[in-house]
């Protein structure tokens, strides 16, 4: 997974491809500017560069009033708000734009390869580019809605405390330097067996209670992961080697019983997301 | 201060200083425990502050003299807009006094206090969604009846149902670990005590035996002395004591038992379980516990008589379900008794609701954490129940947009996503948290307290004249169903009581 910084620096890309706001308009930061440099997306380099100016800051500059009015063969290149062209097929989609065909896939606009050379759209009277410019527009809506919304999910997911009824907060609690702490997991503050008042030893065929104090590799754990007190700690050690060594559990995984348990766990959570 | 010895002068100047007034520092607030790790931050903010908030004057401030050993550096300590400061160690071994700011807990102070909600007793809900109910949930932690700590000597009313404070554990907070090496620690230890405190019960017992023995033999033989003139009067009346006549409890000693007649008590309070688990409380000095599961759900099941044995006594105390608080249950943040005051705006008059308040989001419903939590006055509060948009599924992610502002970050929103609500009541938790009963705002009291009534929606033709503002309600009575009757506009001068 990405770090959140060129995550959300990405989404901002799709957006300002595609946003006529002011904000994104006059912005000078780094990341508009990244936004208009890239071309590669922008397929229609049919105009000459030279007589336009290459540089991003300058080209983009004032793209809402250029926007409506230019039609696709005046489109210039570096521009980088019409930039997403016929061709390319938006994978993210919103539930209501489903009834929006795809693109190509528009009755009144002809294929590009369709061998018909006499076409039923252009005796309606709708020429090429006004169907595209409106195509345009719609997707450029809903281009921006499904930009929005996924920079908004990436965002939300990235809130990793878990605030509970009557914490206290500040202003640096909202930061991203504090949520990121939250996403460690501290050692427990309290001895387990103590609270639970059980001897290790005893519980040596517990075979769930033996797996969680050793590593999916089967190494135990040290006790800056299990917070035992150190008498405790030596004795939930000394009860996996004698588990190990009588062989009821294996020495190099946790018990094949809850192997196999996990792995079901992961399989009906699978098929429960995949039939949603 | 010693009369006989001289302090010296320099002796006298520290211990008057501000340096010597700082109080020792509180334990830190405990997280709840989970034994496989908790998700924490050491820099977090903490639950209640646990230094002293130290500020000083702006004069001294530019100078560095905060009152301390010595003066703090000018660059981190001039040029904020909050300058409080908690000092963590006075000095220290590099010879530094270690000091952070203090301005999270106190500007959540102040803004509490701007709140201006009154404490009272927790709330608790029951398994099945109910709450438990009766007369002292819900009242002012000030109210006589429940500020109390007294417990007194003579066997009167029950005190543990509304005291506050015990000397005991509460066990129903307890594990097992903490609670065996309780009762290893303390409960083993005072036997003996405890035989002791049983006897006199015993004894307490036999005298109010006598006592009674003794009333009704006076009753019942002709009373002699004074009284025998008005004896027609009086002989009916067995609660008025004839004078003269040993009734009081101080007159009689508190009988001896011997140990066979404690032995026979013993037996007698093993058979009688609430007697015995109430002698064990008293002595013990436990808080009432009451179980969720053993209230009874409704009245029907109450009536039915599905309730639990007679041994389990059922506490009034509305600190039985969640523990007894650490503090005064105010903890000091506080101090009025009721929250019911009229506020009174320039122009629409006094409000009967208090003014709304703009909330934070502060996480979303499709947060990790799946709940929507609204941060009021630096606390964070749960949202109200309200009815959910869109049902649905868990785990969905692309939402309609409409509910988009609850369900996900606005990142367009400058200043972030808010919400308008009401505080209704607070109370705090027995671990130290602040409970806030939030409700959502009126979008009437909205409009006035952003001063856009006019932008209020026209009320529609059959309705009588909509109270905008003025005493906050938005009954609407219909006047009839004659469309002949002009809607009334929110100009009209009738509304505004102008």
Redesign the interface.
């Known amino acids: 997974m990405a770090p959140l910084g060129i995550r959300c620096a990405n989404s901002l890309r799709q957006i300002s491809k595609n946003t006529t706001g002011f904000r994104a308009a006059f912005s000078t930061s780094r990341t508009r500017q990244a936004g208009g440099s890239i071309e590669d997306l922008s397929k229609d380099n049919s105009l000459p560069k030279s007589t336009q100016s290459t540089s991003p800051a300058t080209a983009n500059r004032f793209p809402a009033t250029t926007a409506p009015a230019v039609s696709q063969e005046n489109r210039r290149s570096d521009q980088p708000l019409q930039s997403t062209p016929e061709a390319s097929f938006n994978p993210i989609e919103?539930?209501?734009a489903r009834r929006r065909s795809p693109p190509g896939d528009s009755p009144a606009k002809p294929r590009p390869n369709s061998s018909r050379a006499f076409n039923l759209a252009n005796l309606v009277g709708k020429t090429q580019s006004q169907q595209a410019r409106k195509q345009h527009m719609e997707k450029a809506v809903s281009q921006e809605?499904v930009g929005?919304?996924k920079?908004?999910?990436d965002?939300?997911?990235n809130?990793?405390?878990?605030?509970?009824?009557?914490?206290?907060?500040?202003p640096?609690?909202?930061h991203w330097v504090?949520m990121t702490?939250?996403?460690?997991?501290?050692?427990?503050?309290?001895d387990?067996?103590?609270?639970?008042?059980l001897k290790p030893l005893d519980n040596y065929r517990n075979f769930s209670m033996i797996s969680?104090y050793m590593t999916p590799m089967g190494r135990i754990k040290h006790s800056k992961?299990t917070?035992l007190r150190p008498v405790n700690q030596r004795r939930i050690a000394r009860t996996i080697r004698r588990t190990i060594g009588l062989g009821i559990m294996p020495s190099v995984h946790i018990h094949p019983e809850l192997l196999a348990k996990m792995m079901r766990r992961a399989q009906a959570r699978m098929a429960r997301?995949r039939g949603? | 201060m010693a009369s006989r010895r001289s302090i010296a002068p320099g002796a006298a100047l520290l211990r008057s200083s501000r340096v010597f007034s700082v109080p020792p520092p509180l334990p830190k607030p405990?997280?709840n425990?989970?034994?496989?790790?908790?998700?924490?931050?050491d820099?977090?903010?903490?639950?209640?502050p646990t230094h002293l908030s130290i500020t000083t004057p702006q004069t001294s401030r530019v100078r560095g003299d905060w009152g301390l050993k010595r003066s703090l550096p000018l660059r981190s300590t001039t040029k904020s807009s909050t300058p409080v400061i908690r000092v963590s160690a006075m000095d220290t071994y590099e010879h530094i006094t270690e000091y952070a700011s203090a301005?999270?807990?106190s500007?959540?102070l102040q803004k509490w206090q701007e709140l201006g909600v009154a404490l009272s007793t927790p709330i608790q809900k029951m398994a099945g969604g109910n709450y438990f109910k009766n007369h002292l949930v819900g009242k002012s932690v000030f109210e006589d009846q429940l500020d109390t700590i007294f417990r007194p000597q003579t066997d009167g009313p029950r005190d543990e149902e509304v005291r506050w404070r015990f000397k005991g554990p509460w066990l129903a907070g307890q594990?097992?670990?903490?609670f065996?090496e309780y009762m290893r620690s303390t409960v083993l230890r005072q036997k003996n005590q405890f035989r002791e405190f049983i006897r006199n019960q015993c004894a307490t017992e036999e005298r109010r035996k006598l006592m009674l023995s003794r009333r009704e033999a006076e009753n019942a033989s002709p009373p002699k002395g004074k009284v025998s003139q008005g004896a027609t009067s009086h002989a009916h009346e067995s609660t008025t004591a004839p004078e003269g006549a040993p009734v009081e409890s101080k007159q009689i000693p508190l009988p001896k038992i011997s140990d066979d007649q404690l032995y026979q008590y013993m037996k007698g309070l093993r058979q009688d379980r609430a007697e015995l688990y109430k002698q064990i409380r008293t002595f013990l000095d436990l808080s009432p516990t009451s179980s969720k599961k053993s209230m009874p759900r409704n009245i029907g099941a109450f009536i039915a008589g599905d309730v639990d044995e007679p041994e389990m006594e059922h506490s009034s105390s509305p600190y039985a379900f969640s523990g007894p608080p650490k503090t005064h249950p105010s903890a000091g943040l506080s101090y009025s008794r009721t929250s019911s005051k009229l506020e009174n705006h320039p122009i629409y008059g006094p409000q009967q609701v208090s003014k709304p308040i703009e909330a934070r989001i502060?996480?979303?419903r499709?947060?990790?954490?799946h709940q929507l939590?609204l941060?009021v006055g630096?606390?964070?509060?749960?949202a109200p129940d309200e009815q959910q948009m869109t049902n649905a599924?868990f785990?969905?992610?692309?939402q309609?947009?409409a509910g988009?502002q609850h369900?996900?970050?606005?990142?367009?929103k400058i200043g972030g996503s808010k919400m308008w609500i009401q505080t209704k009541s607070a109370s705090i938790?027995s671990?130290g948290?602040?409970?806030?009963q939030v409700e959502k705002a009126d979008p009437v009291n909205v409009a006035v307290a952003t001063n856009k009534v006019d932008e209020l929606p026209v009320a529609p033709m059959k309705t009588l004249r909509p109270t905008y503002g003025r005493f906050g309600s938005t009954r609407r009575i219909p006047l009839s169903n004659d469309p002949g009757v002009a809607p009334p506009t929110p100009t009209n001068a009738q509304t505004y009581g102008l």
């Not at chain 1, 939250?182 to 503050?189: I, Q, S, T, V």
């Open positions: 919103l539930p209501g809605d929005k919304a920079l908004a999910q965002l939300t997911k809130i990793t405390r878990r605030f509970r009824e009557g914490d206290v907060y500040a640096h609690d909202l504090e702490k939250f996403k460690r997991m501290g050692k427990p503050a309290h387990a067996f103590d609270e639970l008042d969680e992961d917070g997301d949603q | 405990e997280e425990w989970n034994p496989t790790g908790n998700f924490s931050s820099t977090a903010t903490a639950i209640h301005a999270d807990h500007l959540t594990s097992e670990g903490q065996n502060v996480t979303p499709n947060a990790p954490s939590s941060g630096g606390f964070i509060a749960m599924p785990g969905r992610n692309i309609s947009t988009l369900n996900f970050v606005d990142p367009d938790m671990t948290k602040v409970s806030l």
